[in-house]
């Protein structure tokens, strides 16, 4: 009888911690995120924060912003932390997001080989570099990848009135992949690429390349976050998806992304205001 009362007990005492401990696994959520936030290093700092305040993990899927919004369509994600204003408005606007919040921002520069064969090497002016640099012909790196960065550098084409598809034959390159591996074709090419600073900060494998152009307020690169619309796919976790973005937007959350430096320089920004959000 002794035997028995011990091994339900014993099955009991397994059971509860079977259960605790699948309820452990489930308090996650998945975050489609641009490869910036990734490969800067910041997500590696903040989210272990995050995590031991709430209990929540974090699963990051990093794409570029259009991939990442793409994720969200689809409710392969509960949340979406991207940079690019326009299309995060088109994915609201839709019905696929929700509760968006501006969350911080960095800027994008232009960096190139220091023999700077385009002489763009010190300007403030983007639209105006990119014009020397494609009647240089000096070649050029681009993600080609739909991301919240190469859509920041088609629209400066446009505006300096340069359709690469046709003008770029032969001295602009599209990678079709994220910023670091991009950044790895320009310095193998010392080629000229357009890359957001927190990325820039953290690679490592720079060759010759250097900060070319910098300081336009064209370059302004902000980051949005939002959770994946439960009307449009029920499994969304609202509730821990909310979670995450109010730890963001709190004290703590701005506080955490400003500590983020590399080298002493500071790569993301807090900029959340209450009553911000789109």
């Known amino acids: 009888m002794q035997r028995r009362h011990f091994l339900g007990l014993v099955a009991g005492i397994t059971l509860a911690l079977t259960s605790s401990l ?3 696994q489930d308090k996650f959520i998945v975050v489609a995120s641009t ?3 990734e490969q800067s290093g910041l997500f590696g700092h903040i989210l272990p924060i995050f995590t031991k305040k709430t209990g929540i993990e974090v699963r990051v899927v990093a794409q570029g912003t259009g991939q990442a919004l793409k994720t969200g369509e689809k409710g392969d994600a509960d949340v979406v932390f991207v940079h690019d204003p326009v299309a995060e408005q088109k994915f609201v606007d839709a019905g696929f997001g929700v509760d968006r919040k501006l969350v911080m921002y960095n800027d994008f520069v232009i960096v190139g080989p220091k023999s700077d064969p385009a002489k763009v090497m010190g300007s403030r002016n983007v639209v105006d570099s990119y014009k020397k640099i494609a009647a240089a012909k000096a070649p050029f790196a681009s993600r080609g990848d739909s991301s919240g960065t190469h859509a920041a550098e088609l629209r400066i084409w446009k505006e300096a009135g340069i359709d690469v598809k046709t003008a770029g034959e032969g001295w602009y390159r599209e990678t079709g992949s994220g910023m670091g591996p991009t950044l790895n074709t320009a310095s193998a090419m ?3 690429a357009f890359t957001d600073r927190g990325t820039w ?7 010759d390349l ?3 152009v910098e300081g336009d307020v064209k370059l302004f690169n902000q980051y949005g976050v939002m959770v994946v619309n439960p009307a449009k796919h029920a499994h969304v976790k609202v509730a821990e998806g909310k979670a995450f973005i109010d730890w ?3 004290k703590e959350g701005q506080d955490a992304i400003a500590a983020y430096k590399i080298g002493g320089e500071q790569l993301f ?6 009553g911000q959000n789109s």
């Open 22 to 24: 699948a309820l452990a």
């Open 35 to 37: 490869t910036s936030t």
């Open 190 to 192: 010392n080629a000229y």
């Open 201 to 207: 900060l953290s690679f490592k494998n720079r060759g």
């Open 210 to 212: 250097m900060i070319a």
């Open 248 to 250: 963001l937007t709190s």
């Open 269 to 274: 920004f807090p900029n959340y205001k209450p």
